[in-house]
């Protein structure tokens, strides 16, 4: 039988069905307890089911579903959303299994690596082409230290679900050639908590869960707050983000430390790997050390701002 400190363990790490076949057997509950439990709370979870769960060969998707999750970190004396943090979202079904939506591109349009974030987000039980959420709105501030590195960057993020069970987002940082992953931390700031994290470090990539205080349904919005922090110290010449999906407004601020100001600093974008890099014109330094872009009603690409030192 498992002990305390091992069940906490497994509700960190996961998966979800070592978890809760951990939580069952500490508990010293049985399936036949567990059916009971659900069915006197109204929940109509088969035996079979629940034993699928266990032995991770299927995982609970529907909302009622979800809702006997949330029943059972009840019952099973857990956390609150100790189980439903380690579900990731639905496995696409159907014709359109595997499909993207119209006009959403895929990450290797985006960014390279492709292959290696897909397996890193499929490790946090994700979907690879995720359509769960859309960004309404994002604000970045990227801080650029004497050294000429990025040391920090915030963001405030609007998302919109587009699908039921949704409640969470996947960050996703690529840091700069010589980048130490190891040494890269994620801290939630506002109406958000980190979750799993996946580093690589031939491919300076980071994933992270932002877990959400509930689950959102179709049309439902969520504002999250969070910074990224890099002492790598390796020297920074451009920020760029990638949408896959249409977005709304995103506002970029890039602020300089006083002794390492920048010569040149111009804004680009880019509408998916077929296509050439735009040059959007240059960007002046305010009194402030700082230059910003405001782009709205985003197509699917990048959009960035680039430096040169000298």
């Known amino acids: 039988m498992p002990t305390d400190r091992e069940l906490r363990v497994a509700l960190k790490k996961g998966p979800f069905h070592v978890a809760l076949r951990a939580a069952v057997e500490t508990r010293g ?33 529907r909302p009622e579903s979800l809702r006997a999750v949330r029943a ?43 292959r290696t974030l897909s397996a890193m987000i499929h490790d946090l039980n994700g979907v690879a082409d995720d359509r769960r959420l859309h960004i309404a709105g994002m604000y970045e501030a990227l801080q650029i230290g004497p050294d000429r590195s990025t040391v920090r960057r915030e963001t405030l993020q609007v998302v919109q679900a587009h699908e039921e069970a949704t409640d969470r987002y996947i960050m996703v940082y690529r840091g700069d050639l010589g980048c130490d992953v190891e040494r890269v931390r994620v801290r939630a700031l506002e109406d958000c908590r980190v979750g799993r994290v996946r580093r690589d470090g031939p491919t300076a990539l980071v994933v992270a869960e932002l877990l959400f205080d509930q689950v959102l349904r179709p049309g439902e919005t969520q504002i999250i707050r969070y910074e990224l922090a890099d002492p790598s110290g390796v020297e920074t010449v451009e920020y760029e983000r990638g949408f896959r999906h249409p977005a709304g407004q995103y506002v970029l601020r890039v602020n300089f430390a006083p002794e390492v100001l920048p010569a040149r600093v111009r804004r680009f974008a880019r509408q998916g790997s077929g296509t050439g890099e735009q040059d959007l014109g240059e960007l002046s330094l305010n009194a402030h050390n700082a230059v910003h872009l405001v782009a709205g009603s985003l197509e699917p690409g990048l959009v960035g701002i680039r430096w040169d030192w000298s």
């Open 72 to 114: 059972l970190e009840e019952i099973l004396v857990l956390p609150p959303r100790s189980l439903m943090a380690l579900l990731g979202p639905p496995r696409p079904r159907g014709r359109d299994a595997g499909k993207l939506p119209v006009g959403a591109l895929p990450y290797s349009a985006i960014m390279e690596s492709s």
């Open 29 to 61: 509950l049985t399936l036949n307890g567990l059916h009971r439990h659900l069915g006197e709370r109204g929940l109509r979870v088969g035996m079979t089911s629940l034993s699928y769960w266990q032995q991770g060969l299927r995982r609970p998707e």
